[in-house]
């Protein structure tokens, strides 16, 4: 009952107050002005996912109980969210964002700690300290990896929901309560918050959004992929439901590697601006990610049941994922003989 409750004071509270929050941060210049990279073609202001953020975190203060128990968790968030917030208004230096960002993994990796006794990876167990080590790591790329997605209108705002639907379902079959507190809490802020961020987009998450997103997206998932009979967590479980941002971003970094750029520097090589770049609409472009994310999802609940059905979908869905421009390409190409012959019918 407290969790339908959980659910629609999110949703409510989110939708009363993002408008109060579009008005603050345009009156005080907290917004993306349209040029260079950015697709957006009109000011939007930024840093909405603070709305995500606090309603997310005041229903963990209020309903999950032992907050000493989980006291490494919310120190963790909220340098994340101090981390976005300065970010978004200022500005951060990439070094320094990463150093904030193991800070706060740290503390998450100790709150992990209780929740694990060994931890494997596509088959292979990981010794100690390196299960740490690995941890650490994992959390911080993919506390970026979805700032780095985050390139589209309600794009990781979709990611993120379908993503907390699926640990909502775990966290209900293993009756964990931080998971179903934070995903259905998430579910119902993140529908609120879809109102003013689908395309067009009224306000973006900013990198306060995405990050503490991306850090709450990491716990749950990290949570839900642990066996609570033998107290294994398997990190494939995560690579897959976490996949698309996962994917995108290490090929990113082979591309600017082998360009030998800075790795750290902006660029258009994400699966968003290809998508975009072969003349598909934003709205097309969105909902054919946040397919493929439906995909990643199915193949995670599959692995969870069956590891070979599950890791064959995953191998499949990432290739195509991997080679999206080559197969959008050939599409296009497949359908110019049928445009051209249109055409001279018409003339």
């Known amino acids: 009952m407290y969790l ?18 579009i008005i603050y941060f345009t009156r005080h210049k907290i917004i993306d002005i349209p040029g260079g990279r950015r697709i957006n073609t009109y000011a939007v202001p930024r840093m909405g996912g603070v709305v995500v953020y606090l309603t997310s975190i005041l229903s963990i203060l209020l309903f999950y109980g032992n907050l000493d128990e989980i006291k490494f968790f919310i120190l963790g968030s909220a340098i994340i969210l101090f981390l976005g917030t300065v970010d978004d208004i200022r ?26 006794s060994t931890m494997s990876f596509f088959g292979f167990d990981i010794p100690a300290p390196f299960d740490k080590v690995m941890l650490i790591v994992f959390i911080v790329g993919v506390i970026n990896a979805v700032n780095l997605y985050d390139g589209l209108d309600g794009l990781v705002s979709g990611f993120a929901l379908l993503v907390s639907i699926v640990t909502f379902i775990i966290g209900w079959q293993l009756n964990d309560k931080l998971v179903l507190i934070l995903s259905v809490s998430l579910i119902g802020s993140l529908i609120g918050f879809l109102k003013y961020n689908a395309f067009p987009a009224k306000i973006f998450l900013g990198d306060s959004g995405s990050l503490t997103i991306g850090f709450f997206l990491v716990s749950t998932v990290l949570i839900s992929s642990r066996n609570t009979d033998t107290g294994n967590m398997d990190l494939t479980f995560s690579v897959i439901l976490l996949a698309i941002p996962i994917i995108d971003t290490l090929k990113v970094m082979f591309i600017r590697l082998k360009k030998h750029k800075n790795l750290f520097m902006s660029d258009n090589s994400h699966v968003h601006h290809i998508i975009l770049g072969s003349n598909v609409k934003h709205k097309s472009t969105v909902f054919l990610l946040q397919a493929f994310s439906l995909v990643f999802a199915l193949a995670a609940l599959l692995y969870s049941e069956n590891l070979t059905i599950g890791l064959v979908l995953f191998a499949i869905v990432a290739f195509l994922l991997l080679f999206i421009k080559n197969i959008l390409v050939a599409y296009k190409k497949l359908g110019e003989p049928q445009t051209v012959k249109k055409l001279s019918v018409k003339a």
């Not at 339908?4 to 409510?12: E, P, R, T």
């Not at 500005?91 to 706060?104: L, N, R, S, T, W």
Request: charged share 10%; no cysteine.
């Open 4 to 21: 339908l409750v959980l659910f629609y004071a999110n949703l409510i509270l989110t939708l009363l107050f993002t408008p109060f929050f």
């Open 91 to 116: 500005g951060v230096d990439y070094k320094k964002k990463f150093m904030v960002q193991f800070i706060a993994a740290l503390l998450l990796v100790f709150f992990l700690s209780s929740e694990y």
